[in-house]
């Protein structure tokens, strides 16, 4: 038997197959595990190995009986969602906003001075107040005071609480009033100002204070003081409650921030500001084409994005950072949440934000020190046997069904790969930035969530809401019911249905919201990669001449993503699917099955 083994290293896996070869072409094994290091460095040798062991011990043979085994050309990715802000609300020490909290108390808007609980004996009753409660003030005492003020005749408003107060304490209250708790920095609240609060009813937001007319009313604003008061509205969007408290001096300021140009060289150099947004960056990259490297304006985040992108790659691959160059980038537009200055409780804001992914291409030194390395490690003979697309389409066609011409699409998790083989088999192929992982990082940063891994989770299974202890209703509307009560920690949380487990979801947004994020991050990457990959390689770069296109790699297994793809596709006619590699595979193990053929063909020509 002369055993030959195909590795795929990915961005997040690593894939093997084994075949004879001895007498014809025989496949009889195949692995997969996660890529050990970032793609196409020599970190990558011990992920290898496992996946080989994996696929060996199936054959119950050693890795030294293997005759040789190939790797792909591994070209490197590295996804960044840059902090380049377009927008950055600043608001002064004077000028404080409120917040969300759970459960504020009352309903209704409130406006008058605010007062500490302390000083409400001293008060006028001709006076309108707002009452501060500080957390030293227990609610009993709190609800007792308020009501004994009210009884006197004070005209008291509404109350900011520092506890999660808010709805116990309205609930001892003879007079209901808004309550908005939970304002952790109650220290900084301005006394004697005038402030508002409100607070909706249940499953509704505010419409006073979220609107900036609304705070004109309030406040007495002029039109030029109205215009400085719609980055304190537009924080408030959305919220069920909330608080503004406004000195003569308050001043809100938005202004720009110079998150940098991108500097792209190709077939011309072209400058474009991050703060144009997406849409015009990807303009000015088709302007460019076919791109020879990316840098960043000096001083700017965008500028040290860039620059990041090349030391880590520099110290990986041992290469001096001039001579690694950017290939081509992704931008989307996205938001993130960020920390409103002078928030009364440590508010966040969406705000506009550019995500970049970068595609690395260094030279062919770092995959021959993997192929070195891999060689001394294992005892045998390892060869760089293809382009990695290349090898996807030699994969793609032992799907049943399949046949020349016909175009690829190989979704990873840092790339997106395409290639094109006409029915002469002349293969040509482009390989673009951006796939599963920058899709992880947009939902992750639109969503706010610190855990990598919930991102990526929300990203591949279906969510749903538990209704109760016996039954959740997925995100499609389907209701399934247990004969045993469920976790009581999940009761009317928003969960991911991961195989068997079931994993919350720490936010306030809402099911449909986390939906729409994480379909909308899918669309935004790969349906525009798809589209830019197929006008690339397409005969005469039509796309209307494409008939066929497969769909491989780790995103193609995703529940929505092929689905997403072929609909996009159909509009010109073009039949999409998953690919089935080898009828056994499904879309996995594309290029490392099309490394094995690439060197059977060569073998069986010489």
Known sequence: MKFIAGVDIGNSTTEVAIADIEKGLNFLSSSIRKTSGIKGTIDNVAGIILALKEACDKLKINISKLDTICINEATPVIGDVAMETITETIITESTMIGHNPDTPGGIGLGIGKTVYLDELPNISSSEEVICVIPKSIYFERAAKELNRAMEKGLKINGAIAQGDDGVIICNRLVKKIPIVDEVAYIDKVPM??????????????????????????????????????????????????????????????ERIIPAGKLILLGSRKKDIGIEDGSNKIMEAL????????????????????????????????????SNIKIQDILAVDTFLPQKVKGGVAGEFALENAVALAAMVKTNRLPME????KLQEETKVKVIIAGVEANMAVLGALTTPGTDKPLVILDMGGGSTDSA???????????HH???????????????????????EDIKMYPLAKVESLFNLRYEDGSVCFFQKPL?????ARNIVVKDNEMIPVPTKHSLEKIRIVRREAKKKVFVSNVIRALTDIAPNNDIRGIDFAVLVGGSAMDFEIPEMISDELSHYGIVCGSGNIRGSEGPRNAVATGLVISYYNKIRSN
């Open 192 to 253: 004697g100002m005038i402030a508002a609060i409100e607070v909706a009813l249940p499953g509704e937001t505010i419409k006073v204070l979220s609107n900036p007319y609304g705070l004109a009313t309030v406040f007495n604003l002029s039109p030029e003081e109205t215009k400085h008061v719609i980055p304190i509205s537009r924080a408030l969007i959305g919220n069920r409650s909330a608080v503004v408290i406004r000195t003569p001096e308050g001043e809100v300021k």
């Open 286 to 321: 088709k302007e460019v084409w076919p791109l020879t490297d990316v840098t960043g304006e000096s001083g700017t985040n965008v500028g040290g994005m860039i620059e990041r992108v090349r030391q880590v790659m520099g110290e990986l691959t041992h290469q001096c950072t």
């Open 369 to 372: 020190d993997i192929a070195r």
């Open 420 to 430: 094109y083989i006409s029915k002469g088999n002349v293969i040509k192929s482009i």
């Open 433 to 455: 930035a951006g796939a599963g992982e920058m899709v992880t990082m947009l939902i992750k940063s639109e969503l706010g969530l610190e855990d990598y891994s919930l991102a």
């Open 487 to 491: 976790d009581a920690s999940l009761f």
